[in-house]
Structures are given as C-alpha cells and as structure tokens.
Antibody, heavy 116, light 110 residues
Framework: QVQLQESGPGLVKPSETLSLNCTVS????????WSWIRQSPGKGLEWIGF???????DYSPSLKSRVTMSLDTSKNQFSLKVTSVTPADTAVYYC??????????WGQGILVTVSS | QSALTQPRSLSGSPGQSVTISCTGT?????????VSWYQQHPGKPPQFILF???KRPSGVPDRFSGSKSGNTASLTISGLQADDEADYYC??????????FGTGTTVTVL
C-alpha cells in the first residue's frame, strides 16, 4: 500500500518561500507522476503541478512563476517550493500520486499558514 | 483556467440517488474524456472514486457511476448511504499538462 506524508513548516512569513517535502513509502517513485494540490480553508481543490520520476515538471499557469518542484528518488521524496508567498497561499497542501489522469494516493495534508 | 462549476450542495434520503453535475468548457471537459471524481470527508484527504469519466478504481462500489455529455460531466450516487455524506470534487485534464478541479459539492444524507 502506497503511503505519502507531507512535512515542513506550518507557518511562513509573507514574501518568504514555502518549502514542503513529501515522503513516499510502500512503492517505487519510478515511472509515476507526483503532484501537489492545495485546498484553501473552506474552499475547493487547486492543482499546483506535478513532477515525473525523470525530473521533468509541469505547473499550473496561475502559479508557474512562483513554483518549483524537485525529487530525489533515492530518498523516495519530492518537494515543493513556492516563492513570495502571501496570505492567499494559506492552505492545506496535499501531495498525491498521479495515475493516468487521476490522483489515486494522497497524503494526509499539511496546513501552511502565511502570516507575520 | 477557471474552476469547473458544481452545485454547492445536494441532498437525498437513504436509498435514493443523487447526481452531481460538473460543467466546464470546450477546452477541458469538452475536449477530453479525462474526468476524475473525488470524495472528501471532513478533515480527511480526498479519495479517488472515478477516472476517465466512468471507470471505478478497485474497491469503489458500483453505486458510484459517471458520465459525460458535451462540456458537462456527472457523478451519480445510487442507493445513498449515510457514509456518502461528504464533499465531492470533479477534476478534468485541461490540455498542456494542466488540470482543473471543480468547485465542490456537499452531499447531505437526510
């Protein structure tokens, strides 16, 4: 059973960089796409982007200028960085595995609050 | 890209059926048979319940079914059960390696 677990700071100051990691267990990262999705408090889901096991990535057009993803298959981890954050970036951030064009395994999510 | 449009809330009695619509555009739902659906209970991550419009992942009961017509996809829950009370989100491939989610629908079991 594949499991994903997000980790990182729960509080980030405005204008700083949000950095999160996702650790994958119970399965290989190879030949899969790994995604980040967020959910603002009381709101819907927003796709942030994904990274393939080769390291190539694609991002949502609305966040592309501020987002970078990376991965380390030897550590079974992939990462998300969002620069120049504002309170609008406050959300629960989920990591998920993409299979086909759906997302089959999700982490429990981590709440990141942007506040001074 | 704009979020796909879903009704804010729906309700039904146990045993009844409810159908959740998900309306997009010709650039997303209308162009691809790549719609997936997710069920989310409060405080939990979303769970994958349908993909490619109407296919069910292993373990998902056949009470959940999907369809698509034009720019609108639909999820039908038949034989409504108490545990079906949750938020439901659609998601569509939108071309150029992009994805867009729906606004979400809260289903209440009366």
């Amino acid at each position: 059973q594949v499991q994903l677990q997000e980790s990182g700071p729960g509080l980030v100051k405005p204008s700083e960089t949000l950095s999160l990691n996702c650790t994958v267990s119970g399965g290989s990262m190879i030949t899969y796409y790994w995604s980040w999705i967020r959910q603002s408090p009381g709101k819907g889901l927003e796709w942030i982007g994904f990274i393939y096991s080769s390291g190539s990535a694609d991002y949502s057009p609305s966040l592309k200028s501020r987002v970078t993803m990376s991965l380390d298959t030897s550590k079974n981890q992939f990462s998300l960085k969002v620069t120049s954050v504002t309170p609008a970036d406050t959300a629960v951030y989920y990591c998920a595995r993409r299979v086909g064009v759906g997302f089959d395994y999700w982490g429990q999510g981590i709440l990141v609050t942007v506040s001074s | 890209q704009s979020a796909l449009t879903q009704p804010r809330s729906l309700s039904g009695s146990p045993g009844q059926s409810v159908t959740i619509s998900c309306t997009g555009t010709s650039r997303d739902i209308g162009s691809f048979n790549y719609v997936s659906w997710y069920q989310q209970h409060p405080g939990k991550p979303p769970q994958f319940i349908l993909f490619d419009v109407s296919k069910r992942p292993s373990g998902v009961p056949d009470r959940f079914s999907g369809s698509k017509s034009g720019n609108t996809a639909s999820l039908t829950i038949s034989g409504l059960q108490a545990d079906d009370e949750a938020d439901y989100y659609c998601c569509s491939y939108a071309g150029n390696y992009n994805y867009v989610f729906g606004t979400g629908t809260t289903v209440t079991v009366l």
